[in-house]
């Protein structure tokens, strides 16, 4: 007896797995204050990674007598990707198979699709069908977002400038060399008009990161709160981790203080403004008894707070420039007018105070200011309001004249104002020689001769009387 046999072809199952690994980083050109890091990934072999192989048909013996091998849907094996990223089963059945991947590397997503293996048969020269593949996993991502508005609202806020910076070392998973040192910034954004942020970074897994807001939005105080990460592992399941970060700015706040110079206390009425650097004004208001406030002023600019007009009886103060600080605390601009000084001297023609005239100053209406009458020293008035005035003498001192009016102004200065007011003294009466003085004044009558005719008067009365006498002796 001759016997010869014929062998059964088989098939083979071949699976190279593979995965991403970081490799290097390039820094991408700055643009308008954006920082981007671009992390560079090289495909590698993945190990440990599981498969199930489940047959996708009735497979049956190749006689067509003998039992089928196997039924469908029926687990034939798992198998395992091995150190060099492979893994294999031999001697199957010849027949269609599918496989299904159970597990997969750390920092990869699990592969959902069902891969479909053919396995028949080719012809009599081909003992062993080979089914030889490459599959590769997708690795975990990480997704972070900012969102930024302000505190106890829910007003979002742009132009929020924010960095995402390393917490720790970041090294090339094939070199071993540092890539990213720590604290180094990865990327910077600003916020958008939603107020969101979503970094862009392709970040490597099982490293610790940190948010941290590096410009508040122009108004606002920046945000010393830093957020940290460490992108972990989330399992196979979850393609993508997200991290949400909610920052809340606070506004920046100036109180503007209006006050005297003398009392301190708040100075209503005076008009004043805010402007920037560039002269634009950004409010204006009049005093009142409490201090003005405005909210969000841009950190680290400059502004200036100028007396448009001052209150009555005071003085145009100087500009105040102010810079805006980095601070939640409630910042305070003072700005003290003073009030205006007058001396009023009433003089006479020898510079020496005059006391006793009477004394009024007038204002451009003709109203009454003030009244008082003079002393031995000059009459000094606080709070006069900036403008034209008269003074005037009601009643000028014994022994001398009524000085004519003085227009005067008060000036906007807080320097003391002088005005003066020269009275002359009346005329003295003429004194001729060895008799009594005689007035200037305006005769009402006629005196001349009239010592003459007294005289006459006596010598006639003293004949009459001396020869009355002798007419008498001689009887």
């Known amino acids: 007896k001759v016997e010869m046999k014929d062998e059964v072809p088989v098939g083979e199952l071949i699976i190279n797995k593979k995965g991403e690994f970081l490799d290097s980083v390039t820094l991408a050109d700055k643009v308008k204050g954006v920082v981007e890091h671009i992390f560079n990934y090289v495909t590698g072999k993945l190990t440990d990674v599981t498969f199930e192989v489940y047959a996708e048909e009735d497979i049956k013996a190749a006689d067509g007598v003998s039992d089928d091998y196997y039924k469908k849907d029926e687990l034939i094996a798992t198998i395992k990707t091995d150190e060099t990223g492979i893994a294999k089963l031999e001697n199957l059945p010849l027949g269609k198979y599918y496989v299904k991947e159970t597990g997969t590397a750390y920092g990869h997503v ?207 103060a100087e500009s105040v420039k102010f810079t805006i600080k980095d601070t939640a605390d409630v910042q305070k601009v003072e700005m003290k007018d003073d009030v205006t000084k007058v001396k009023i001297s009433k003089q006479d023609i020898a510079g020496k105070e005059l006391p006793g005239a009477k004394l009024t100053i007038l204002d451009q209406d003709g109203k009454v200011v003030e009244s008082w009458t003079s002393t031995e020293k000059a009459h000094y008035i606080e709070m006069l309001p900036i403008g034209k005035y008269t003074l005037r003498e009601e009643t000028a001192p014994d022994g001398y004249l009524v000085a004519k009016d003085v227009e005067f102004e008060v000036k906007d200065t807080g320097e003391v104002q002088h005005v003066t007011m020269v009275d002359e003294e009346k005329p003295a009466e003429k004194t001729p020689e060895g008799g009594k003085p005689v007035s200037d004044s305006p005769k009402t009558g006629d005196n001349t001769n009239l010592w003459l005719w007294f005289m006459l008067l006596g010598i006639g009365a003293t004949g009459t009387g001396a020869l009355a006498f002798m007419r008498k002796k001689k009887h």
């Open 110 to 316: 699990l592969d959902g699709e069902i891969r479909h293996v053919d396995l028949t048969y080719v012809d009599q020269n081909t003992p062993v069908v080979v089914y030889d593949k490459d599959w590769q996993n997708n690795r975990q991502r990480v997704e972070v977002s900012v969102l930024k508005k302000e505190k106890d609202s829910d007003r979002t806020l742009e132009g929020a400038i924010f960095g995402l910076f390393a917490k720790e070392d970041i090294k090339s998973e094939t070199t071993g060399k540092v890539l990213i040192e720590a604290d180094e910034i990865i990327e910077l954004k600003s916020t958008d008009a939603e107020g969101k942020i979503t970094f862009v970074a392709d970040l490597p897994i099982g490293a610790t990161y940190y948010v941290k807001e590096l410009y508040a939005p122009d108004g606002f105080v920046t945000n010393d709160e830093v957020k940290e990460f460490t992108f972990e592992y989330a399992g196979e399941d979850q393609p993508t981790v997200t991290y949400d970060f909610t920052f809340d700015n606070q506004p920046t706040v100036v109180e503007f203080t209006k006050s005297s110079l003398t009392t301190g206390k708040e100075l209503p009425g005076c008009k004043l403004k805010v402007v920037d650097a560039d002269g634009n004004i950004v409010d204006e208001w009049t005093s009142g008894k409490e201090a003005h406030v405005i909210r969000e002023l841009t950190v680290g600019k400059e502004y200036t707070l100028v007396e448009t007009k001052p209150a009555d009886g005071y003085v145009t």
